[in-house]
């Protein structure tokens, strides 16, 4: 795809293109911050529980947990046994089974509280966070570092703003760090399909058929 320069630049004085262009280009700029290494070791575990049947509990509380539905579809597409905790229909978690969960400031009680609970009974636990310190990263046995601003303390968005060259207005509480997630699960499910050799028609022969 290709740019049209003087058209991008003449609609960036609109705000709605404006907050558009930041935030992608701030996904874009993430690709530098997030582990390679740390991507990899998801991947691979989601590769391991795909072949031995086990299933993926996806967890996030508000938008972010908007953000784990959509990636728990996509692993539906894929074949996975996929939940969303909070669902009628969510089995119980056993050992060799797979919890993500989500969460900008990784001190969300509720996450941190039900990734406990996944470790107690022999989960294993990735978390999505942009503090690998906080409560959920120091717990987890899979940590991505996501960056972006969250919902947390003036502090910590006056340090974000410094850091990641972000206006608050453009990119309110924690935008960044949900916009940057869903589009690296995104990336997370094209890596799964060519590793386990899915293409999309089987993907499309996975999805609802009774739809409303």
Excluded: C, W
């Excluded at 740390?38 to 989601?46: E, H, I, P």
């Excluded at 784990?68 to 229909?89: D, Q």
């Excluded at 997630?181 to 386990?196: C, H, P, Q, T």
Aim: charged share 25%; no cysteine; glycine share 8%.
């Amino acid at each position: 795809m290709q740019f049209n320069v003087q058209v991008l630049d003449a609609r960036l004085s609109h705000p709605v293109f404006k907050a558009m262009s930041e935030i992608g280009l701030f996904v874009i700029n993430a690709i530098n911050e997030i582990d390679p290494r740390q991507v990899d070791r998801l991947v691979s575990k989601l590769e391991e529980v795909y072949r031995d049947r086990r299933k993926v509990l996806v967890m996030g509380a508000g938008r972010s947990g908007l953000v784990g539905k959509a990636f728990a579809m996509r692993l539906l597409h894929l074949g996975f046994n996929s939940y969303v905790l909070g669902e009628t229909i969510v089995p119980s978690v056993r050992t060799g089974d797979l919890v993500i969960a989500i969460s900008g400031s990784g001190r969300t009680k509720l996450i941190v509280t039900a990734a406990e609970t996944a470790k107690q009974v022999g989960a294993t636990v990735a978390a999505l966070t942009t503090f690998q310190d906080s409560p959920l990263g120091k717990l987890a046995d899979i940590v991505v570092r996501i960056p972006g601003r969250t919902k947390m303390t003036k502090m910590d968005d006056y340090f974000a703003r410094q850091i990641l060259g972000i206006h608050e207005p453009l990119a309110p509480l924690g935008t960044l760090f949900e916009d940057t997630a869903i589009v690296f699960l995104d990336g997370v499910i094209y890596s799964l399909m060519k590793r386990l050799g899915i293409d999309e028609e089987y993907m499309r022969n996975m999805h609802a058929n009774v739809e409303l």
